[in-house]
């Protein structure tokens, strides 16, 4: 089983539709949580931390952390076509203090 | 403010040959991380290092080293190397002290070294 686990895609929403990402960890002490977004031969960049059960907004991104299902995930409303990218869910694992990224998951945005 | 600057930003190398990838911080950032990118296994990490001390090391062979100098400018060397050592190298800064000091994990990634082993 892999550490970090996401739905490897792709994923498709129209524009101005909600995008759903999803993210599961095994590591069941991990504390911290974070989803980063990677366009197309670019670097990745941090877009939202969330370290505490719920919900998490950010302008358009909200963070929905559940501790207890080891599930992160990562809502994106009124989808724009700028928003289409990977997104890498990525977790502090235990008392490793490293950052282990999921595979991530490509998002395209249709206009 | 400059943000994580790498280099070379491309290189081809061949089999056997070692190579040194460099990477300046985040002016302030004195902890930097390295990743390897390849599209079969994603973003791994390969070691982190604060205050020229290498602080985690990821599950890589001894091929793969690194440093960090007094001004937290940091260089990785792969020795001998492989076909499957094609990546993106990617290095990351982060504030103080640093994942395995007990800090955030919010890293600013440079643009990266892609190599190419032929």
């Known amino acids: 089983q892999k550490e970090v686990e996401q739905n490897s895609g792709p994923l498709s929403v129209p524009e101005g539709a909600i995008a759903s990402l999803n993210c599961t960890y095994s590591?069941?002490?991990?504390?911290?949580f974070f989803w980063y977004r990677q366009y197309s031969g670019k670097s990745p960049e941090l877009i939202m931390s969330?370290?505490?059960?719920g919900d998490k907004e950010d302008g358009r991104f909200t963070a929905q952390l559940n501790k207890a299902s080891q599930y992160v995930s990562l809502l994106i409303r009124d989808s724009q076509p700028s928003d289409s990218a990977t997104y890498l869910c990525?977790?502090?694992?235990?008392?490793?203090?490293?950052?282990?990224f999921g595979s991530g998951t490509q998002l395209t945005v249709l206009p | 403010k400059a943000g994580v600057t790498q280099t070379p930003r491309y290189l081809i190398k061949t089999r056997g040959q070692q190579v040194t990838l460099s990477c300046s911080p985040i002016?302030?950032?004195?902890?930097v991380s390295w990743y390897q990118q390849t599209p079969g296994q994603g973003l791994q990490f390969l070691f982190e290092?604060?205050?020229?001390?290498?602080?985690n090391k990821g599950n890589f062979p001894g091929r793969f080293s690194g440093r960090q100098f007094s001004n937290s400018r940091s260089e990785m060397n792969v020795s001998t190397l492989e076909l499957g050592d094609s990546a993106l190298y990617l290095c990351?800064?982060?504030?103080?002290?640093?994942?395995?000091?007990?800090?955030?994990?919010?890293?600013?990634f440079g643009e990266g070294s892609r190599l190419t082993v032929l």
């Open positions: 990525a977790v502090i694992s235990g008392s490793a203090r490293q950052l282990t």
């Open positions: 969330i370290y505490s059960n």
């Open positions: 590591d069941r002490v991990s504390q911290s």
């Open positions: 990351a800064s982060s504030t103080t002290p640093g994942l395995a000091g007990g800090g955030a994990g919010e890293l600013f």
């Open positions: 290092y604060f205050s020229e001390t290498q602080r």
């Open positions: 002016s302030g950032h004195r902890s």
